[in-house]
């Protein structure tokens, strides 16, 4: 997935504002499951929610403003009511590291307590 680096999404020096890669993350993740055949909006409605519930996070190097990002997800684990994913975030022209991290979200119901994931999302995950 690409990102286009916006000068909202910068500091005052034109540096990617750290916590914006959260949200890049977020639409890698959102991504990921969509090109696997899954709305994150409609497994809402049916009662599952994926918080993020563990972060690890690296910043290897700086974006920059109007930068082109592509967004990298990989499943590293699937447990019973858990998803882990490494996800990295690389300069689009010369592939360059910038950002990489682990990301493990629950699942959980509309009442926020652990939820078993169902099985169509394990079959499309593995």
Known sequence: MEIRVYYEDTDAGGVVYYSNYLKYFERGRTEYLRDRGFSVAEM??????????????????????????????????????SITVAQKVLRAIDGKLLVEGKVKLACVGSNMK?????????????
């Open 44 to 81: 809402a409605q049916r009662g599952f929610v994926f918080p993020v519930v563990h972060l690890e996070i690296s910043y290897r190097a700086p974006a920059l403003h109007d930068d082109l990002l592509k967004v990298e997800t990989a499943l590293l684990e699937i447990g019973r009511s």
């Open 114 to 126: 652990p939820k078993r994931l169902p099985e169509e999302i394990i079959q499309a995950l593995l």
